[in-house]
């Protein structure tokens, strides 16, 4: 990493546009990327800095030399997205929200690390030293699928050609078309024995098939676009252990499950039930350690898998046991009350969606994560557990209308005016949106979005964790000391 590379020091701390402190453009978090600039400006307190796409001034004494593990858990509406960058700068994509164009929103995790890659590190590339699918329903795969799909290149400020990701992870199990049904694959002796592995394994089952079955829809098109940039890819289970390109002396990622079975030697997944029970119940769950922290991923993991893992770790249940979880499946209530206790987080982290018909996260959840959580009290105030939910966090500025102006003639509109307004509307997940009409007058201007992504920051003792708030853009922050 190049010398001129520092880090915020302090929980946050503002960035000036002037060495004369009267305007804050940004509020800096801890842990966050800067990069120096040489400037006549600098005084004794201030050093000009590059950060989040801004150029401005800081406090000298809140800019050091050590680097966090960050988490961004992304607000993508229905689904998942998360980004993991290491203590040594390595980026893990977990997971993307539904494809954009079956966003609300019309924005995915693939935005964020446009983000995040362009405007906040000042790159013409995106580096990714791995891309994570933890299962294969849409709402998790589709943001990743937008990174590499050339097709969707006018979405993003850097192009598709440049986007370059180390290796592509993923569960095994595949959406797959055998006659006119789509299915995981065949079911024998109540195994799913069907299972993707690597990229060559992938091309295959794209292109040519294997007994009958092929990969399938949009799933098939996703891999169609690994296959397309070579991505060498993986399947990984609990037989993976740590994922060996990422570990260190002080960092690894343990994969806990999927638990692989076994079928006539080949390698195999117990069926849950149906295919949703499948594709949920079979996520990749990763547990992140660094120093004393543990942080566990669940993907969408539901109350039957949750049984089986259980059963499978049964006296070892203790490697649930975790300072942060992302809560299974946005909040549903098809969870188990045991696994959660094994669980005992200090903050679980909700990925739930805006105008979505599954009610997430459910009451019982949040309640239940609440009590399970592991307690901490000081000076009568709860420190832990901490629940957030990206839902929750997310703002919107709502303004009244009063009247259009047409910039060709000047022409002025007010509300004495009758006017309609037709407009598409796309709820999460559908494939196509609603058209709709309304009174012109009746709706509310959208004034600005502040998507609810939750940080978690840590050295490895102390964690951070920081929502945007509406106010000023300033952060609301919440800091814990890891139990392990």
Same mark, same amino acid.
């Given at each position: 990493?190049?010398?001129?590379?520092?880090?915020?020091?302090?929980?946050?701390?503002? $960035?000036?546009?002037?060495?004369?402190?009267?305007?804050?453009?940004?509020?800096?978090?801890?842990?966050?990327?800067?990069?120096?600039?040489?400037?006549?400006?600098?005084?004794?307190?201030?050093?000009?800095?590059?950060?989040?796409?801004?150029?401005?001034?800081?406090?000298?004494t809140h800019v050091g030399d050590t680097p966090l593990l960050e988490l961004y858990f992304i607000d993508v509406g229905q689904g998942d997205g998360i980004l993991v960058k290491t203590p040594d700068e390595k980026h893990i994509m977990i997971d993307g929200g539904y494809k954009r164009a079956s966003q609300q929103s019309g924005k995915n995790a693939a935005d964020f690390i446009d983000w995040k890659f362009k405007k906040d590190y000042g790159m013409n590339s995106i580096e990714l030293d791995a891309m994570i699918a933890s299962h294969n329903d849409a709402d998790h795969y589709g943001g990743l699928w937008d990174l590499i799909n050339p097709d969707q290149q006018y979405e993003l400020d850097i192009d598709t050609a440049n986007v370059n990701v180390g290796k592509f992870y993923h569960a095994g199990v595949g959406w797959f078309s055998k006659g006119s049904s789509r299915n995981l694959g065949p079911v024998v002796n109540k195994k799913l024995t069907l299972l993707m592995d690597d990229l060559e394994d992938i091309t295959q089952l794209t292109e040519t098939g294997r007994d009958g079955y092929k990969l399938q829809g949009e799933w098939a098109s996703f891999m169609k676009c690994l296959i397309n940039k070579q991505v060498p890819s993986q399947r990984i289970s609990n037989k993976t252990g740590n994922l060996e390109p990422f570990e260190t002396d002080d960092f690894k990622i343990n994969v806990l499950a999927p638990i692989e079975l076994e079928h006539?030697?080949?390698?195999?997944?117990? &069926? $849950?039930?149906?295919? &949703?029970?499948?594709?949920?119940?079979? &996520?990749?769950?990763?547990? $992140?350690d660094y120093k004393s922290v543990r942080i566990l991923l669940t993907g969408d993991l539901n109350l039957e898998s949750q049984k089986r893992i259980l059963s499978f770790y049964e006296n070892n249940e203790s490697e649930f046991a975790c300072d942060i979880v992302k809560s299974c499946h946005h909040g549903s209530d098809d969870c188990s009350f045991e696994f959660l206790t094994h669980v005992s987080a200090g903050a679980t982290i909700i990925s739930s969606g805006d105008a979505e018909g599954h009610c997430h996260p459910r009451p019982s959840i949040v309640a239940a994560s609440g009590i399970t959580g592991y307690k901490t009290i000081r000076n009568d105030k709860i420190i832990t557990p901490l629940v957030y939910s990206t839902e929750i966090s997310r703002s919107y500025k709502l303004g009244k209308m009063e009247q259009l102006k047409v910039k060709s003639s000047g022409e002025i509109i007010n509300s004495k005016t009758k006017m309609d307004v037709t407009y598409k509307e796309t709820n999460a997940g559908d494939l196509n949106p609603a058209t709709k009409t309304k009174s012109f007058w009746d709706k509310k201007i959208v004034g600005g979005i502040i998507y609810g992504l939750v940080n978690v920051r840590t050295d490895g003792k102390k964690i951070l964790c920081a929502t945007m708030s509406e106010k000023n853009n300033e952060w609301d922050i919440k800091t814990f000391n890891s139990r392990f």
């Open positions: 990493m190049a010398q001129s590379i520092k880090y915020i020091n302090e929980e946050t701390t503002p $960035l000036y546009q002037n060495s004369d402190k009267k305007k804050v453009v940004s509020h800096l978090l801890w842990g966050d990327r800067v990069q120096l600039k040489n400037s006549s400006e600098n005084t004794d307190e201030l050093i000009k800095v590059r950060a989040r796409g801004w150029e401005g001034f800081v406090t000298k006539n030697g080949k390698p195999a997944y117990e &069926s $849950l039930g149906g295919s &949703s029970q499948n594709t949920n119940g079979h &996520s990749i769950t990763l547990r $992140l």
